[in-house]
Nanobody, 124 residues
């Protein structure tokens, strides 16, 4: 699976952005997919995940109620709708496919096929 993120940009506090993750290659609709982010000087952290059939979604506490993950398997695309953005949401956002089930849905080591990332900057 090849993944390409888009939709990042500069937004003011309280604003919204919608990220997209376009997939090509092996069957996108067989993978649980996730969003991660990495702020400068910090480790990459899990943001949200969605099961292959969209029946299950999970969110980090820091984004719960503000972000919504979704996917359209017919378009081989996953989305992250981000509302009420905060300065602390500033990071490079990555999408990835969950390729193993060794740890947990929020475990970075369970994911592979990373995209190149898209920058989200929230200004005060």
């Amino acid at each position: 699976v090849q993944l390409v993120e888009s939709g990042g940009g500069l937004v003011q506090t309280g604003g919204s952005l919608r990220l997209s993750c376009a997939a090509s290659g092996r069957a996108f609709d067989t993978y649980t997919m996730g969003w991660f982010r990495q702020a400068p000087g910090k480790e990459r952290e899990w943001v949200a995940s969605i099961s292959w059939g969209s029946t299950s979604t999970d969110y980090a506490d820091s984004v719960k109620g503000r972000f919504t993950i979704s996917r359209d398997n017919a378009k081989n695309t996953m989305y992250l709708q981000m509302n009420a953005l905060k300065v602390e949401d500033t990071a490079v956002y990555y999408c990835a496919a969950r390729i193993t089930y060794v740890a947990a849905v929020n475990a970075l080591k369970d994911y592979g096929y990373w995209g190149q990332g898209t920058q989200v900057t929230v200004s005060s």
